[in-house]
C-alpha cells in the first residue's frame, strides 16, 4: 500500500510545526491533518519541530500521538534529534511519547553519544538523570559517549565536565574503542590533561573496586 498524498492540512501541519505555531498546528489537526505526514525529505511534523526546537509545538503533536521514535530515511527521529541539538526542553516534551532509548542512529549510536561529542553538558546529564539511557552504549564505530567526549572534542571545560558526569553515572572508563585504546590513552595522546587525569582517578577507583570484589577484567 502506498502513502496518500499530503492533503492541504497535511502540508500546513508539516509549516506549522516547524514554525512553531501552535494555532496553526491545531487548525490543521482539526482540518484532519496526518500527525505521521511525511514531507519529501520523509520527516514527520514532530521530527521538524525537533528540529527547530519547537517546544510547544512538540508537545502538542505529542499530546495529539506523533511518534517520537519514528525516523526519516537519515534515521534521524524527534528523539535522536535532541542528543544533536542538545535541547533539555525539547528532550523533556518527548518523554511523554515513550522514546525508545535503544532506537539508534546513523552511526548506530544512541542520544548520548552525539551529545557527549557535541558539549551539551545539560543535556548529558539531564538524560542521564531522566531516563534509563545505556551511558555505555557502543555505537557502530567502537566509541562510547565516553570515548567521543575525548576523541572528537577540544578538550576544553564543557568536554571535561561531560566526563566527570559519564563518570557520575557510571561509564566505565576502561571500556576502549575497537583498537583496545581506553579514553585515558586518548586524552594523553592529544594533551587533555585534566581530562586524562580524571580518567585515571576513575580506572584506578575501577580497578580498586574489582578488586574489592574478586572481580577481574
Known sequence: MTARPPSPADRSLLEAAERGGLDAVRAALAAGASVEVRDTEGRTPLLRAAFADRVAAARLLVEAGADVNAQDPQLNSPWLVTGIT??????????P???????????????VIPAAERGHVAYVRAVLDETGIDVDHVNDLGWTALLEAVLLSDGGPAHREIVDVLLAHGADPLLPDADGTTARAHAERRGFHDIAAALRAAEAQGRARGSATGGTR
Do not use: F, I, K, W
Not at 511519547?97 to 542520544?111: E, F, I, K
Open 86 to 95: 542538545g535541547s533539555v526542553p525539547m528532550m523533556r516534551a518527548l518523554l
Open 97 to 111: 511519547g515513550g522514546p525508545d532509548l535503544t532506537r539508534r542512529n546513523r552511526y548506530g549510536g544512541v542520544s
